[in-house]
């Protein structure tokens, strides 16, 4: 007699990863409201000038973050071997957690060593979400939903296409110190949108994957 295990409920790692994400996305819709920065032509990061805007910029980098340690657990738990994962998450969370303990210079001051490392954690934050949903799209292609990997595939090529050309068009200003393009906050903001949303596909993709191992 065969006996099959069905898992019911959702996972512990699923289910804190939605709610990190939730708050970092919250707080960054947030960061819409306060911040006195012009969301069109202004960087998230300068939200520092006010309290309120600092705040929600590091309860924003700290959602994601722990959002970035649950997917890890969840990616641990469900791939094998783990590590190439384990590597670019766990860099994404540190550079995330730099974005919070290094602010940047506010404009019209010099960048010290706290807005290099920074610009160098903001960078990899906005990078590396590409190159985990790829793989993980790649690693749960064979148990998982195809609609969701699809979906990952979609959002994390997106996300790349962005990055590479927010970089292209802007990464001459950051590295120069000079004034950023017209319309420079409004792509990043459609940047770090995308990275929400890869976050959330790959949490729902390694999701799908430990289901279908259970049934």
Not at 97 to 123: D, Y
Not at 133 to 157: E, F, M, N, S, Y
Not at 205 to 212: I, N, P
Request: glycine letters at 10%; a positive charge.
């Amino acid at each position: 007699m065969t006996t099959t295990i069905v898992r019911s409920g959702t996972s512990h790692w699923y289910r804190n990863a939605q709610l990190s994400l939730g708050l970092g996305t919250a707080a960054g819709a947030g960061l819409l409201l306060v911040g006195d920065v012009d969301p069109v032509d202004q960087m998230v990061s300068q939200s520092i000038r006010t309290v309120p805007g600092a705040v929600l910029l590091a309860l924003a980098a700290s959602g994601l973050a722990a959002a970035g340690g649950w997917l890890l657990a969840g990616a641990r738990r469900v791939l094998s071997p783990a590590w190439p994962l384990t590597v670019l998450l766990s860099t994404w969370c540190v550079s995330l957690v730099a974005v919070v303990v290094f602010p940047t210079n506010l404009p019209g001051t010099e960048p010290g060593v706290a807005a290099v490392v920074h610009r160098f954690g903001a960078a990899l934050m906005a990078a590396l979400p590409p190159l985990f949903a790829l793989l993980i799209a790649k690693r749960a292609g064979r148990g998982a939903d195809p609609a969701r990997v699809r979906w990952l595939h979609a959002a994390g090529w997106s996300a790349f296409v962005a990055c590479v050309a927010f970089a292209a068009v802007n990464g001459p200003a950051v590295l120069l110190g000079q004034s950023f393009l017209p319309f420079a906050g409004l792509v990043e903001r459609v940047l770090l949108a995308l990275v929400l949303v890869v976050v959330g596909l790959c949490a729902w993709v390694l999701e799908g994957e430990e289901r279908s191992r259970w049934t």
